[in-house]
């Protein structure tokens, strides 16, 4: 009689156990859509926020919207009427509510009065092709990463670009700093690191590289989280993590398949998947609160063909965009 009770105990504890594993809420809940912008075939590039309320995106053909209300109402930008039709913007990065750049193409604008007005900075005869990323650290030091291993520095808020170019063909995708001082630039098998704002550079991994090659490929979006002037994390079909500033890195998950990362702190982040299909297309983002070991897998949006490409944080804010041109926010302070 008493093995009987201990059984039927063991089979209640185990049951209740399953059912509350199952019943663990889906992030997709914290995730409100709040626009879906109408771009014809093209995707959104880039966006970014100036402050909490002014959003920015922008994209092929000139394409350049602002929204002053948190995404609900959208207005066209225009920076300059004379552009050619077929230029792209892909990057755009506001250090104040009034003083942003935006790249892409061959050019460069700069704004110092809240995105009223754009002048250049960078044209064609600049000689400065295929910008991805434009960054700055201050109000006068950005950096500009490019194709074919370019990478660009200015000190006077981009009026003047200095080459620090480094001997790899492929491009750098990604800019990350977690202070004026100590940053990281990646991209196609290399890895790049200051510790002097960017007046010089170490090379941690090159394009040479075949242990680096899978950590910053040459697929565009790829990203470096950082939470630490030594704690770094990244993300593609692994979940790697490094703790000496990215010299020697560590896979924690094997299967992630993810093209954008990032980490609140080293145990809470976000990720962008890469194979939508990984459970027969019903992820495309994931969330982990164990620093990476596992992830819970969700879709984001109800169209199956609606893909997140990029999360943008703004303080304790966030929000993504995905490949059908929704926007979605998530409706807790992180």
């Not at 003083?99 to 009223?116: R, V």
């Amino acid at each position: 009689m008493n093995k009987l009770l201990i059984i039927l105990l063991c089979f209640v504890i185990f049951t209740n156990c399953k059912k509350e594993e199952i019943a663990i809420p889906s992030e997709s809940d914290s995730w409100k859509r709040i626009t879906q912008l109408v771009i014809g075939i093209d995707e959104i590039n880039d966006m970014c926020l100036s402050d909490k309320n002014n959003l920015w995106v922008v994209g092929n053909h000139n394409y350049f919207v602002r929204s002053t209300d948190g995404g609900a109402n959208w207005q066209n930008v225009v920076v300059d009427a004379t552009l050619p039709t077929f230029n792209y913007w892909i990057s755009i990065y506001f250090k104040t509510p009034q003083l942003g750049w935006i790249a892409g193409g061959q050019y460069i604008y700069k704004t110092t009065d809240g995105g009223a007005t754009w002048k250049p900075l960078i044209t064609p005869k600049d000689g400065i092709v295929g910008p991805n990323c434009i960054y700055f650290t201050t109000e006068t030091t950005g950096f500009l990463s490019c194709g074919s291993g370019k990478l660009y520095r200015t000190t006077d808020g981009g009026k003047t670009w200095t080459d620090q170019s480094i001997p790899t063909l492929y491009s750098l995708w990604t800019i990350t700093f977690v202070n004026e001082q100590c940053g990281w630039v990646g991209g196609g098998g290399t890895l790049l690191k200051t510790i002097d704002g960017g007046k010089t550079w170490t090379t941690l991994h090159s394009s040479n590289d075949g242990v680096a090659s899978p950590f910053f490929t040459q697929t565009m979006g790829r990203n470096i989280s950082a939470t630490s002037t030594t704690n770094l994390y990244e993300a593609t079909d692994d979940f790697i993590a490094s703790i000496d500033g990215g010299t020697v890195w560590k896979s924690i998950n094997t299967e992630l398949f993810s093209r954008w990362i990032l980490m609140r702190n080293d145990n809470e982040g976000f990720c962008v998947i890469n194979k939508d299909d990984y459970l027969n297309g019903s992820s495309s983002m994931a969330h982990t609160v164990d620093g990476g070991k596992t992830w819970a897998r969700f879709k984001i949006s109800t169209d199956t063909e609606s893909l997140a490409k990029k999360i943008i944080r703004f303080e304790n804010t966030l929000y993504i965009f995905t490949t059908k041109n929704e926007i979605f926010k998530y409706d807790k302070e992180w």
